[in-house]
């Protein structure tokens, strides 16, 4: 079986413990997307308490929060990403694919022989 050999390259960011990382990311992207944490939870078949839980660890670590909710009423609840959550998902995403480029790239180098 011809496997083709490839780097995988996963950023997780911490302060005094792990606060943001691709599960976070996620999290944030489907957020986005749904308008609700609930509805991304369900989308990725997560308990709502566990995303809450992420989420409230995160902002925690980060020192800011990353959403703003509204409780339900007559036109329902919700979630937004907060101005320096969306910024915070934009720098992540062109660190880690800044680094993904410079891996494949050191990867091909390095593992020619293997290829």
């Known amino acids: 079986m011809d496997t083709k050999l490839h780097p995988v390259v996963s950023v997780r960011i911490f302060g005094a413990e792990k606060c943001f990382g691709p599960g976070v990311a996620t999290l944030l992207e489907k957020v986005e997307a749904l308008h609700s ?55 992540y995403a062109q660190y880690c694919s800044a680094l993904r480029d410079f891996a494949a790239q050191r990867f091909e180098e390095g593992f020619r022989e293997f290829l």
Not at 56 to 79: D, I, Q, R, W, Y
């Open 37 to 91: 944490l609930r509805a991304a939870a369900a989308s990725i078949g997560m308990a709502y308490s566990k995303a809450w839980t992420i989420i409230k660890n995160a902002e925690a670590g980060l020192g800011f929060a990353l959403l703003v909710s509204t409780t339900g009423g007559k036109n329902g609840g919700g979630a937004v990403l907060t101005g320096q959550a969306k910024a915070l998902l934009t720098a």
